[in-house]
Nanobody, 129 residues
Framework: QVQLVESGGGLVQAGGSLRLSCAAS????????MAWFRQAPGKEREFVAA????????HYADFVKGRFTISRDNAKNTVYLQMNSLKPEDTAVYYC??????????????????????WGQGTQVTVSS
């Protein structure tokens, strides 16, 4: 069983920054492929970013490239999402997800919701204009 707990959401003005954290339980965190997804009101959940077990491979949705950075600290069982240059359209609940398969490389195939085995409860990010 894996538990994921997100934190760091909040209200920020457009152009501002936030750093989300996701703390994971489980003895084999270093094997997990981790990702962030988001869901805006009335919309489907969508992929944001993914990172492989070592942090050496990352993949981003086009709409966050150059603004968001995913990283992980395996010693702390934590994955992060640094969000810069935030826009009102980034407003959503952000979810952390874990794929128990250890992957060397992450790419567009890792954007599928069905790939992920465990999900956090989400953290709200609101960007005001």
């Amino acid at each position: 069983q894996v538990q994921l707990v997100e934190s760091g959401g909040g209200l920020v003005q457009a152009g501002g920054s936030l750093r989300l954290s996701c703390a994971a339980s489980g003895r084999t965190f270093t094997s997990y492929t981790m990702a962030w997804f988001r869901q805006a009101p009335g919309k489907e959940r969508e992929f944001v970013a993914a990172i492989n077990w070592s942090g050496g491979s990352t993949h981003y949705a086009d709409f966050v490239k150059g603004r968001f950075t995913i990283s992980r600290d395996n010693a702390k069982n934590t994955v992060y999402l640094q969000m810069n240059s935030l826009k009102p359209e980034d407003t959503a609940v952000y979810y952390c997800a874990a794929d128990l398969v250890r992957r060397t490389v992450v790419d567009g195939t890792d954007s599928r919701l069905s790939q992920y085995d465990y999900w956090g409860q989400g953290t709200q990010v609101t960007v005001s204009s």
